[in-house]
């Protein structure tokens, strides 16, 4: 656990002889590519489950040619408040606003006017910088009154998309120089629109019916809502649309400002309800219908990383992939009763859930010119860590007042880590209740799942005793106790008002953070390059 900080180096010969380490004498700031899986499980990829039902070979060779974490964690256990962690290095918390996914024309954004965001943040230090797929972070939409849009299905037609475009508070106005994304989950919550830069070409007009779609299996078609769509929005194959553009800002970089780094976030729907993969991948695997849509990711990941080294950027391009949260109800119920497969990866609970499956999720990095291969590391750390993490590598001074859950992973995932990075961190489930971690320690500020109900359903089957019913908490040893069997909210009194009271400091609203203050970029001419010798 996070208190034994581990890193196994592995002997990967087909992949570097041996390494020279040495300093650049021009150091370039690297290209910047994040992956962002959408409900993918701890035990989704191969690489970390043993025992999967399918394989995951790009992503467990990214893994092998790289590090892979094994204690990293999404900040919420849904997908918009994570995704704002993301792009602010800051927990859901922080906005003074409560915890949910967005639909239809819901908003205003997450992301508040002035908020450095890490597309501002490496604007600054000169990248150019694209987002493509889901956005879900919220969106303000007006109607021909001028009056603000809620959520809901039938808003979705009173758009005014003369006044609401270019959206107010969409990519390009929270620091992205390109975009090309939808404004909620892609296949399951209308509106179903694309937004280009800030502007959309086909609005919705046309009533979507999820009997049109495929239903492999005749029940993976699961959560697809019939709402209000474009005339050209495509379901089935939404990711290959995302790769094509991501791809497409790349390539166009390459030729038009290759004295410029790129940063470029491919946010894919895989593997979200409903599971819809390409015609392609339709059984490519022994997992059913979602073993073939995470293939897809797979297989996509796979011809982003061949793109770049085609291009000849291989080296100098820094590639991470992460999840959103833990994987669906029924889909973990699914794969496990059809497929022996635990999406979760062995851990109590799923998305939604405080506990361990909820937000434990896969964590890559890849960086052949930089990051050692080979690497596993126990480090304990959160997605929104990725933000104070490129501020380090590209040298950014991060003010006190931005990104203040985000962390500096750049020691471990150079090897150079020799204790634990975080002292502590926080999610917080779908209630918006949170969990703290410290150490092995994880208390739990709520009862139950935090989530998911237990009492019915598909999820009876996995609910557990309680083993302190007139608790107000939870509080688990995960070193002894990783599935979160036994509340030692009693019987560990000492320990549970310290997480208490530092969970209270943690989340105060007046001055509440996580991060450390005064934090220094370590800065690429200080990051050693790797040479590999044949």
Not at 12 to 37: D, E, K, M, Q, T
Not at 226 to 246: I, N, Q
Not at 497 to 521: C, F, H, I, M, Y
Request: proline letters at 7%; glycine letters at 12%.
């Amino acid at each position: 656990m996070a208190s034994r900080i581990v890193i196994r180096a592995l002997v990967i010969p087909w992949v570097f002889g041996c390494l020279v380490i040495g300093h650049s004498a021009a150091a370039r700031l690297p290209n910047i590519i994040i992956i962002y899986a959408d409900d993918l499980g701890y035990g989704d990829l191969s690489s970390y489950n043993p025992n999967a039902a399918y394989k995951t070979p790009r992503l467990d060779r990214m893994a092998a040619e790289g590090i892979r974490f094994t204690d990293a964690h999404s900040p919420s256990t849904i997908c918009s408040p994570s995704r704002y962690g993301l792009f602010s290095g800051n927990q859901v918390c922080r906005t003074g606003r409560g915890t949910r996914a967005f639909e239809g024309p819901g908003g205003p954004s997450y992301i508040k006017p002035g908020e450095l965001t890490i597309g501002e943040m490496l604007r600054s230090q000169g990248y150019r910088t694209g987002v493509f797929g889901k956005w879900h972070v919220g969106l303000t939409w007006y109607d021909k009154n001028g009056k603000q849009l809620g959520g809901g299905f039938k808003n979705s037609l009173l758009i005014d998309y003369q006044r609401s475009t270019p959206l107010e508070d969409g990519p390009n106005q929270r620091g992205f120089d390109e975009s090309f994304v939808t404004p909620n989950c892609p296949t399951t919550d209308p509106l179903y629109v694309y937004i280009e830069n800030g502007m959309v070409k086909t609005p919705a007009s046309q009533r979507h019916k999820r009997g049109n779609l495929p239903n492999p299996g005749g029940k993976w078609r699961w959560d697809n809502d019939e709402g209000w769509m474009a005339p050209d929005y495509r379901f089935v194959d939404a990711d290959l649309l995302f790769y094509d553009k991501t791809l497409d800002f790349i390539t166009r970089h390459r030729k038009n400002h290759s004295d410029k780094p790129f940063f470029a976030v491919f946010s894919t729907q895989i593997s979200h309800a409903p599971v819809l993969p390409a015609p392609e991948f339709n059984g490519k695997t022994k997992g059913g219908p979602r073993g073939d849509f995470v293939f897809e990711l797979d297989t996509l990941t796979g011809r982003l990383l061949d793109a770049i080294k085609r291009m000849g950027i291989d080296d100098d391009t820094l590639v991470l992939f992460t999840s959103d949260n833990g994987p669906e109800t029924v889909h973990t119920d699914w794969m496990r009763q059809d497929h022996h497969h635990d999406a979760a990866g062995g851990y109590r609970g799923m998305k939604r859930d405080g506990w361990e499956g909820g937000h434990r999720v896969p964590f890559i990095a890849r960086w052949p010119g930089r990051i050692p291969p080979g690497q596993v590391s126990e480090q304990l750390i959160n997605t929104t860590d990725i933000f104070a993490t490129l501020a380090s590598v590209t040298g950014h001074g991060l003010p006190d007042d931005a990104a203040v859950d985000s962390f500096d992973l750049l020691p471990a995932m150079l090897g150079t880590a020799k204790k634990p990075i975080r002292p502590h961190m926080l999610t917080q489930s779908f209630r918006g209740e949170f969990q703290l971690r410290q150490g092995d320690w994880k208390y739990l500020n709520h009862m139950g799942s935090g989530g998911n109900n237990y009492t019915r359903g598909n999820l009876l089957k996995y609910a557990l005793p309680e083993t302190a019913p007139d608790a107000t908490g939870q509080l688990f040893n995960l070193a002894k106790d990783p599935a979160e069997t036994t509340n030692l909210f009693f019987s560990e009194s000492g320990k549970r008002k310290e997480l208490q009271a530092l969970l209270k400091k943690l989340t105060s609203k007046d001055g509440g953070r996580t991060a450390p203050v005064n934090r220094k970029p370590i800065g690429i001419g200080n990051i050693p390059r790797l040479s590999s010798v044949r």
